[in-house]
């Protein structure tokens, strides 16, 4: 059974970084690709980004294009998600999850879809203006 921790998540001021990582525990996630999700009260679910196995690809939403940077380190079954320029927007739980893919070319369409094969229990994220 794999589990999946999110760490990293706060309060910060407007226009200011926070980095949240994801660490699984468990097995190995070859052939999974990673996400960050997150959810705001009263608002649905949000698709952020996404990173192939080998960590070659990334995958984001034009709402954190340029601002989020998704990462992961393979040796250490985690991965992460770099947060600049923060808005109060951007308050919400953040979350991982994990999915399998076989097409690398789409490898980030399950998570899109909400299709995760695992997920984590999230970490707020709390944006002052």
């Known amino acids: 059974q794999v589990q999946l921790a999110e760490s990293g998540g706060g309060l910060v001021q407007a226009g200011n970084s926070l980095r949240l990582s994801c660490a699984a525990s468990?097995?190995?996630?070859?052939?999974?690709?990673m996400g960050w999700f997150r959810q705001a009260p009263g608002k649905e679910r949000e698709f952020l980004a996404a990173?192939?196995?080998?960590?070659?690809?990334?995958y984001y939403v034009d709402a954190v294009k340029g601002r989020f940077t998704i990462s992961r380190d393979n040796a250490k079954n985690t991965v992460s998600l770099q947060m600049n320029s923060l808005k109060p927007e951007d308050t919400a739980v953040y979350y991982c999850?994990?999915?399998?893919?076989?097409?690398?070319?789409?490898?980030?369409?399950?998570?899109?879809?909400?299709?995760?094969?695992?997920r984590g229990q999230g970490t707020q994220v709390t944006v002052s203006s």
């Open positions: 999850g994990a999915a399998r893919y076989t097409v690398s070319r789409t490898y980030y369409l399950r998570l899109q879809r909400y299709e995760y094969d695992y």
């Open positions: 468990g097995r190995t996630l070859s052939s999974y690709a």
């Open positions: 990173i192939a196995w080998t960590g070659a690809t990334t």
